[in-house]
């Protein structure tokens, strides 16, 4: 039964070697010289003026959701294109609906005013 199991365990072994010890070294070797400069808050070059805690506009919520959205559209693009040569008709038209209904959405949100920002 471990016999199954073995390639994976190593698989996240091997995976967590190589995420962790260059991390673990870049603590152990590299160089640790704070000053009052480098421990200061940055933000675009100037001091904050403003609470980090205030609240976001609703409109930047808003894009971050419709870049989930294309962006996830483009995850399932791929592998549909890249087997696009050995699947039928049918694939075809239901990626079309897909993007359809994306397209549709988009279009909503434009309509809406989503995307203009004052």
Do not use: H, Q
Request: proline share 6%.
């Amino acid at each position: 039964m471990i016999e199954n199991y073995l390639p994976i365990l190593l698989f996240i072994l091997l995976g967590l070697l190589f995420g962790v010890v260059p991390l673990a070294l870049g603590f152990i070797l590299g160089p640790n010289r704070p000053s009052a400069a480098k421990n200061s808050p940055y933000e675009c070059g100037f001091e904050a003026f403003e609470d980090a805690r205030m609240p976001f506009d609703v409109r930047f919520y808003l894009v971050a959701i419709l870049f989930i959205i294309f962006d996830l559209e483009i995850a399932f693009l791929f592998p549909w294109a890249i087997v696009f040569d050995s699947m039928g008709w049918t694939s075809f038209w239901g990626m079309m609906m897909f993007l359809g209904l994306l397209v549709i959405g988009f279009i909503y949100e434009w309509k809406k005013g989503a995307l203009e920002w004052e």
